[in-house]
């Protein structure tokens, strides 16, 4: 069955500093993988997929992604965060309606 | 552009009463839809899935249920509250069933 596991609960960051958020996964096939953010009380904004080609995705707000099948992990970067950027990060894998999310990791951006 | 609106945005209601959330997408035809809750400090549940008008597809057991009425309109219902409805419940949709996209959120609260 597939899962995604977010090692990290919660993350702080100065801003300015970089970034990066961990996923792994586990899946049958080449698996589709999926980055959202969400700000307190908000949906979910999709940032970046994977579904095949290129390892590394480039997403919105600045993000990127690279897909390691060896490591089965799909982590998230970003190389300067904004004060901004504080907000809870979901990974996700599969595609819907069996999309599997990670339990999300909460960012929190020092000034 | 496609837009999806939820409302309302937030609701308190007491245990036994009845429920009805709403979701509506613009801008695409016949889309997958989708109902969420998220508790405080977890990860996305998937509740239901519609394929199309009249079509429902339960993933847990509980006491709510969800209808399509139509293409793109999706309600989410419950006769009696309880107090473990309480979360925050997001619609998403999606076309091919890949990325999903998600509405701003329903905050419910059972008292």
Redesign the interface.
């Known amino acids: 069955a597939q899962s995604v596991t977010q090692p990290d609960i919660h993350i702080t960051v100065s801003e300015g500093a970089s970034l990066e958020l961990r996923c792994n996964y586990s899946y049958g096939a080449t698996p589709?993988l999926?980055w959202?953010v969400q700000s307190p009380?908000?949906?979910?904004?999709?940032l970046l997929?994977y579904?095949s080609g290129d390892t590394l995705v480039q997403g919105i707000k600045g993000f990127e992604a690279e897909f390691k099948r060896s490591q089965s992990s799909f982590n998230l970067r970003k190389p300067s965060v904004h004060w901004s950027d504080a907000a809870e990060y979901?990974c996700a894998v599969g595609?819907?309606?069996d999309?599997r999310?990670?339990?999300?990791t909460r960012l929190t951006v020092k000034p | 552009s496609q837009t999806i609106h939820q409302w309302p945005a937030t609701l308190v209601q007491p245990v036994g009463s009845p429920l009805s959330l709403e979701c509506t997408v613009e801008g695409t035809s016949n889309p997958n839809l989708y109902w969420y809750r998220q508790a405080a400090g977890r990860g996305l549940q998937l509740l239901f899935y519609s394929v199309g008008i009249g079509q429902i597809s339960s993933e847990v057991p509980q006491n709510l249920s969800a209808s399509r009425p139509q293409d793109r309109q999706f309600i989410l219902s419950s006769k009696k509250l309880l107090l473990s409805d309480s979360g925050f419940y997001l619609c998403a949709w999606s076309v091919g069933g890949f990325e999903q996209y998600f509405g701003p959120g329903t905050r419910l609260t059972v008292t």
Do not use: I, R, T
């Open positions: 589709y999926f959202y009380g908000q949906g979910l904004q999709l997929k579904f979901f595609a819907a309606p999309m999310f990670g339990a999300g």
